[in-house]
């Protein structure tokens, strides 16, 4: 509920940032509309401490994108509309802006790599640039994403060790809830099995799927491709801007013009956790989590930066003293 609220705001604050800097020249696509309206009912639904600290944070990101990007034409990177956005010519110069518009990326486009909350697109004799923004409210993991999925990560073109990795995931869950019944016939949760044997979980369900990802990506990662597309799902294909709301405190780092990698280095030690170690100097990690409470088949990785203030260092947004006006 607050990550949609949260956006909303910010969301509303821009818009009014942009009419202020750009009179008459902004549009607001439908799915913006539509995306403000589910979120304002969202925002309605908090306390009034909160949507104030909302309202100050939705400014304060307003006023420091102006500051930084939006202020900041001639450095802006326009593409032909022809052009994709991963290859663009750069103008160093633009004479003037005709038409901006504003909107709102749905998450599914986080799948594809797009980790965009919030577009903003200027338009002009030279072309189109864009500003991407990435909002998290209270937390910095990069992705949360299915093991399914996982070779789409680096865009597999082989059928048969997709269908094989797929096959030995559902054996992996089949073995569990075998075993799982075995321990406890009654076992409706996750944490009953748990509390029975603490490490049932891990030694059952944990270890041989993080063995499966390993075992996979370092059998199927043929080339710098598939390195980078990986990369992207997981970091973000586009340039863009995160802003981390911590309720009085905006972290914020600027995902532009990262270096692609070419190469990756994936471990698991048998501990909780799966690392990528990229040879553009970013480190990841991915700690796996069940997505409910009960014995069902669901889980995905929480995969956050390793070393990411080393990468993309961090700014911070100073919103509020403690008394909320």
Do not use: C
């Amino acid at each position: 509920m607050y990550g949609r609220a949260f956006e909303f705001a910010v969301a509303k604050s821009i818009h009014s940032k942009l009419e202020e800097l750009f009179p008459e020249k902004v549009r607001i696509t439908a799915a913006a509309k539509k995306a403000q309206l589910h979120g304002q009912e969202q925002f309605e639904s908090l306390t009034q401490d909160q949507k104030a600290l909302f309202r100050r944070s939705g400014i304060k990101i307003a006023e420091w994108l102006a500051d930084n990007k939006l202020k900041k034409i001639e450095k802006m990177k326009f593409a032909r509309p022809s052009e994709t956005l991963l290859s663009f010519s750069i103008k160093e110069s633009v004479s003037g802006i005709d038409g901006i518009e504003l909107d709102r990326i749905p998450d599914i486009a986080g799948v594809r790599g797009d980790v965009t909350d919030i577009r903003i697109k200027f338009f002009s004799k030279d072309g189109v640039a864009t500003v991407n923004i990435s909002l998290k409210h209270r937390h910095e993991a990069l992705k949360h994403p299915r093991l399914t999925r996982v070779p789409t990560w680096i865009g597999l073109d082989n059928k048969k060790e997709e269908k094989e990795y797929l096959a030995a995931y559902e054996k992996i869950w089949s073995t569990f809830f075998q075993k799982g019944e075995e321990l406890s016939p009654s076992a409706k949760r996750f944490r009953e099995l748990k509390a029975i044997d603490p490490i049932f979980i891990e030694r059952n369900l944990y270890a041989p799927l993080y063995a499966l990802v390993m075992n996979f990506l370092q059998k199927n990662i043929a080339n710098p491709s598939q390195v980078q597309k990986m990369f992207h799902f997981m970091v973000g294909k586009f340039d863009y801007v995160k802003f981390i709301d911590h309720d009085g405190r905006i972290e914020v780092r600027d995902f532009s013009d990262i270096p692609k990698p070419n190469r990756v280095e994936i471990e698991y030690e048998g501990d909780d956790y799966l690392y990528l170690q990229f040879d553009n100097g970013w480190r990841i990690s991915g700690r796996l989590h069940t997505a409910t409470q009960w014995l069902r088949k669901s889980i995905k990785f929480d995969v956050q930066p390793v070393n990411l203030d080393s990468v993309v260092p961090a700014a911070h947004i100073d919103t509020f003293s403690h008394t909320l006006t």
